[in-house]
């Protein structure tokens, strides 16, 4: 029997060497952010490439990462020059493609200043961003090489910050960084409360408290107005009420800023706290989370647009928008919500034999089907359950789909190898 024991020990072993190999074979552990602008109106967009950052340590998978999902509006690709090997890829979201859908963007061009972070390459390598047109279209928007041995980098100086949670492992962590937004530097120990209160919403609600013991959570203090930029406004990272004229709307045009911040600490999710009594926030999926702290629904907020932030999830609630979601014959990129054209692809096999789908609302003994209503529309699209947070404030759970997907990311990104 020991024996058996010690060769399980060797190749668990094996497996973490390798896996650490892998990564360090490849990579060295210090962040690389890519800034990019894209210039658009509804019909046509420009992407140019602006700048490298890089920072110490990095927060994200610590090994290859070669395949993901395409619940964002966009992926980014890092391979390797020579051997064309993929080393980091992940799906993301961010303003640009919901602004080009708006009204606003038939009648004006705007430009939205953009990131993307990976582990920093050792070796020459090339980054590839990719936008998702239609069903599983994606059209190379950038290309750009670089190379570590002669690319001009520039340094990200670190801020203060804080530990507010730091994991007992040292493999296989999930590494949260929360950043201050409208605080003064007088309000450093308000923003360091709230940011305990978010981390212990994070970390007492299921399933994130099932792996809470692999995260590290950072919050990064507020500035002295000395150090602010200099602009007019009181935002260092600039977030508005109102984006796209919905008035909740909370969002930021200058995401360079927000990775800039976060940079300060080894992060693979941003979440933005605005010190405000004001309700309102937004998620986007591997961008980040950001809401108002001092509203009385916040804590439900929080949760609703992390699970956009963290897992890719879509609004499961119908009702106005001025960004459109376009009427399509393949499945919205949403893993929570579908228009039945590929059911199979979504959670067609997590529904009890005989379920009606669509499944009608008065059926109270079914708790996974397809009800009508979800993504912004009554007709047409189809959301798991009666109620999830993803559809309401006053759900107190995710629905059973949801939940699932997320438990799955955080298998994904506590993994110590893919
Ligand atoms: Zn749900």
């Given at each position: ?417 893919k």
């Amino acid at each position: 029997m020991k024996k058996i024991y010690t060769l399980l020990y060797i190749v668990l072993l094996s497996n973490v060497l390798y896996a650490q190999n892998d990564f360090n074979s490849w990579f060295v552990d210090k962040t690389l952010r890519m800034d990019y602008s894209v210039i658009c109106d509804s019909g046509n967009e420009e992407t140019m490439f602006n700048s490298f950052n890089e920072s110490d340590y990095w927060g994200g998978e610590k090994f290859v990462v070669d395949s993901c999902d395409h619940y964002g509006d966009y992926y980014m690709e890092l391979s390797d020059a020579l051997s064309k090997k993929i080393l980091y890829t992940y799906s993301y979201s961010n303003l640009t493609k919901e602004w080009q859908s708006t009204e606003m963007a038939t009648q004006e061009r705007r430009q939205f200043r953009e990131s993307v972070i990976m582990p920093m390459p050792k070796k020459k390598s090339v980054i590839k961003i990719y936008k998702q047109d239609s069903c599983d279209v994606y059209t190379l928007i950038l290309t750009k090489v670089f190379n570590p041995f002669d690319a001009k980098i520039n340094y990200v100086n670190a801020k203060p910050y804080t530990t507010i949670l730091k994991s007992n492992e040292t493999e296989g962590n999930i590494n949260f960084v929360i950043l201050p937004e409208k605080y003064s530097e007088n309000e450093s120990e308000k923003f360091e409360k709230d940011a305990a209160m978010v981390a212990k919403w994070l970390c007492e609600t299921e399933p994130y408290n099932e792996y809470k013991n692999k995260f590290n959570i950072y919050a990064v203090l507020p500035e002295k107005p000395a150090q602010l930029t200099r602009s007019l406004t009181p935002s260092q990272m600039d977030f508005k009420f109102n984006t796209l004229n919905i008035e909740r709307y909370i969002a930021s045009f200058n995401i360079p800023q927000i990775f800039n911040n976060a940079q300060s600490v080894p992060f693979r999710h941003i979440i933005v706290l605005i010190n405000t009594y004001e309700y309102g926030g937004s998620g986007f999926y591997n961008t980040y989370t950001c809401l108002c702290i001092d509203n009385e629904d916040c804590r439900s907020l929080f949760l609703h647009e992390f699970g956009h932030a963290f897992a890719g999830l879509g609004d499961e609630y119908e009702g106005d928008v001025t960004y459109k979601v376009k009427k399509s014959n393949c499945e919205p990129r949403y893993p929570n919500l579908t228009n039945l054209t590929n059911f199979s692809q979504k959670w067609e096999n997590l529904v009890t034999e005989g379920t009606p789908i669509p499944t009608p609302i008065n059926r109270t003994d079914i708790e996974i089907g397809a009800y009508e209503g979800g993504g912004y529309t009554t007709k047409g699209i189809y959301r798991p359950s009666k109620n999830c947070r993803m559809r309401s404030k006053d759900a107190s759970y995710y629905c059973k789909i949801c939940y699932k997907i997320i438990e799955e990311t955080l298998q994904k990104q506590t993994a110590t190898k893919k």
